[in-house]
């Protein structure tokens, strides 16, 4: 028996299901809009979706998303270079960016350690920061990953890695929601957390 669906509708009905967030009824909506939608709509959005795998890739440095390398942060003169923040995502960078109260630089794990989940020190970036914690103009390091089991055993992991090189370690103040992700913060809450930063024990 035939499926009322044609398989083109269902297969992309799939596809939108696989999003984080989008449950099988958002992405039937999301299917059936651009089915009726203008041609040019559609055609935008299959544009955009290539070209966001076909452009972009990591920085060699911070390792963000960015379409040229080093990314526009880190060829950026201006930035404070002696000080890092150690962020889980690109979003978090973002969030941190839109307080507007921090000129250093970043660095993206791209995840946090979370045995659960078979994630390890070595599926992180984590290797290339501690490349990056030599560099002689480094003076601080922030480290800003989410607060919570997974965020406080990554940060936990790179205090002891870095351990005894003189390095100023922080971490953001408490003032975060434990199991909240930054890219969620208002930017008041993120720049008082930034603010009132402290050593780490």
């Keep these: 028996m035939k499926s009322a669906i044609p398989e083109p509708v269902s297969r992309l009905t799939e596809a ?14 999301l299917t059936f809009y651009l089915l009726r939608a203008p041609d ?44 890092i923040a150690v962020v889980e995502e690109p979003l978090d960078v973002l969030a941190l960016e839109r307080t507007g109260s921090y000129g250093g630089l970043y660095h993206v794990l791209h995840g946090a350690i ?14 290339e920061l501690l490349r990056r914690a030599e560099a002689p103009e480094l003076r601080e390091l922030i480290i800003a990953t989410n607060p919570g089991m997974e965020g406080d055993a990554t940060a936990m992991y790179i205090e002891g890695s870095l351990a005894g ?37």
């Excluded at 890739?57 to 930035?79: A, H, K, M, W, Y």
């Excluded at 979370?114 to 290797?127: C, Q, Y």
């Design 16 to 29: 939108f299901a696989r999003l984080p967030g989008v449950g099988p009824k958002t992405a039937s909506r």
């Design 40 to 83: 040019d709509i559609g055609l935008t959005l299959a544009g955009a979706l290539r070209d966001l795998k076909a452009e972009t890739r990591f920085c060699s440095q911070c390792f963000n998303i960015t379409v040229e390398d080093p990314c526009g942060l880190c060829g950026d003169g201006g930035r404070d270079r002696s000080v």
């Design 114 to 127: 979370s045995p659960v989940n078979n994630i390890g020190p070595d599926e992180l970036r984590i290797r």
């Design 165 to 201: 090189r003189g390095l100023r370690i922080t971490r953001l103040a408490r003032g975060l929601p434990v199991g909240g992700d930054l890219e969620y913060v208002d930017p008041v809450t993120l720049t008082r957390a930034l603010l009132g930063r402290s050593e780490t024990p």
